[in-house]
């Protein structure tokens, strides 16, 4: 049996909305993790269901357990960021309510956190029912360790389920911004304070479903012509707003890499040539796309595709839709 005196606090902050459905059996395999000095603080965000009425069962039961109930919805991502200010732990682990956690996560992220600002882990999909689908999220991402920042400049290979973080962090990443997802933006963060790194095991059982806040494996993408055809515009302004928030952080590891690429990327939006840019993507492609697993083309294709700016695409695709 652990020493609890001798272990560090680890807190997990566990976010609820309507999650009746799996919610219990995610809290069974929180409880009965095998590293015993936690808290677990649930933060239910106006659900309609009865997980108040799960969370209120655990925490007669356990007495390291605590939940609170928010008087109006806060929203998926403003609700982490109240659960995270409630932890009082040394260290902070991130819970969805549909998972499933392995019983010895927390034991070999408090192994592994030594040095570094964050830990995470692999995973597994399972489906609605908890069948396992046979993919891993190593399967989809290249899983980062290290202390590169550029990695997370336009993608992510962090889940939320998986952060495990040390508590001086906390001052760093709140408060986050609503349309951001915040596990890309604690890896971000994390990664131009210190280095990261991920456990290859796999910690969790990744619940997928219809419900779910994330959509990894495109369980519920469905075709929309109109979306389809301002797709380009759409991503490209969602990542503009994305770099700039990455461009206003006080502690860039490089704020001069940072400024020029947020800089040469809006650009890109409003001009039909964008060579500076391209040169840049050629320069640094190998980190600004290390989380991609698979991808479409050569280097150099892609390269070459990005010396025409947005306007020269749309401006073309305009031209075949009329020509149609």
């Given at each position: 049996?652990?020493?609890?005196?001798?272990?560090?606090?680890?807190?997990?902050?566990?976010?609820?909305?309507?999650?009746?459905?799996?919610?219990?059996?995610?809290?069974?395999?929180?409880?009965?993790?095998?590293?015993?000095?936690?808290?677990?603080?649930?933060?239910?965000?106006?659900?309609?269901?009865?997980?108040?009425?799960?969370?209120?069962?655990?925490?007669?039961?356990?007495?390291?357990?605590?939940?609170?109930?928010?008087?109006?919805?806060?929203?998926?991502?403003?609700?982490?960021?109240?659960?995270?200010?409630?932890?009082?732990?040394?260290?902070?682990?991130?819970?969805?309510?549909?998972?499933?956690?392995?019983?010895?996560?927390?034991?070999?992220?408090?192994?592994?956190?030594?040095?570094?600002?964050?830990?995470?882990?692999?995973?597994?999909?399972?489906?609605?029912?908890?069948?396992?689908?046979?993919?891993?999220?190593?399967?989809?991402?290249?899983?980062?360790?290290?202390?590169?920042?550029?990695?997370?400049?336009?993608?992510?290979?962090?889940?939320?389920?998986?952060?495990?973080?040390?508590?001086?962090?906390?001052?760093e990443i709140l408060p986050f911004h609503p349309e951001h997802f915040h596990d890309h933006w604690i890896a971000y963060v994390a990664t131009n304070?210190?280095?990261?790194?991920?456990?290859?095991?796999?910690?969790?059982?990744?619940?997928?479903?219809?419900?779910?806040?994330?959509?990894?494996?495109?369980?519920?993408?469905?075709?929309?012509?109109?979306?389809?055809?301002?797709?380009?515009?759409?991503?490209?302004?969602?990542?503009?707003?994305?770099?700039?928030?990455?461009?206003?952080?006080?502690?860039?590891?490089?704020?001069?890499?940072?400024?020029?690429?947020?800089?040469?990327?809006?650009?890109?939006?409003?001009?039909?040539?964008?060579?500076?840019?391209?040169?840049?993507?050629?320069?640094?492609?190998?980190?600004?796309?290390?989380?991609?697993?698979?991808?479409?083309?050569?280097?150099?294709?892609?390269?070459?595709?990005?010396?025409?700016?947005?306007?020269?695409?749309?401006?073309?695709?305009?031209?075949?839709?009329?020509?149609?």
């Amino acid at each position: 049996m652990q020493d609890t005196n001798n272990l560090p606090l680890v807190s997990i902050a566990v976010c609820v909305y309507n999650g009746e459905r799996y919610l219990r059996e995610q809290l069974e395999s929180i409880v009965n993790q095998t590293y015993k000095n936690i808290e677990i603080v649930a933060v239910d965000d106006c659900s309609t269901d009865f997980s108040v009425s799960v969370l209120q069962e655990f925490a007669s039961e356990y007495p390291f357990f605590r939940y609170v109930v928010n008087e109006e919805n806060l929203g998926y991502v403003k609700n982490f960021e109240k659960a995270i200010r409630l932890c009082k732990g040394d260290l902070i682990a991130l819970s969805d309510q549909d998972d499933i956690w392995h019983t010895d996560k927390i034991q070999l992220q408090t192994e592994h956190i030594k040095t570094h600002q964050l830990v995470y882990h692999d995973s597994m999909f399972m489906d609605e029912s908890g069948k396992d689908l046979g993919k891993k999220m190593s399967d989809i991402l290249n899983l980062y360790s290290g202390d590169d920042p550029e990695i997370f400049l336009l993608s992510n290979c962090v889940s939320g389920h998986s952060c495990f973080f040390r508590r001086e962090l906390v001052q760093e990443i709140l408060p986050f911004h609503p349309e951001h997802f915040h596990d890309h933006w604690i890896a971000y963060v994390a990664t131009n304070l210190g280095s990261i790194y991920c456990i290859p095991q796999c910690l969790v059982s990744y619940r997928q479903h219809t419900g779910s806040s994330t959509d990894i494996l495109n369980k519920k993408k469905k075709w929309d012509e109109s979306y389809h055809e301002n797709r380009d515009v759409a991503k490209f302004k969602r990542e503009l707003k994305w770099l700039k928030l990455c461009r206003s952080y006080p502690h860039n590891r490089d704020q001069a890499f940072v400024d020029r690429f947020t800089k040469l990327f809006e650009r890109r939006i409003d001009s039909f040539l964008s060579i500076e840019y391209a040169l840049v993507m050629r320069k640094h492609y190998d980190k600004l796309f290390n989380n991609q697993k698979s991808r479409k083309g050569t280097k150099s294709g892609f390269v070459g595709r990005q010396v025409w700016g947005l306007k020269a695409k749309t401006f073309w695709a305009d031209l075949v839709k009329k020509k149609k």
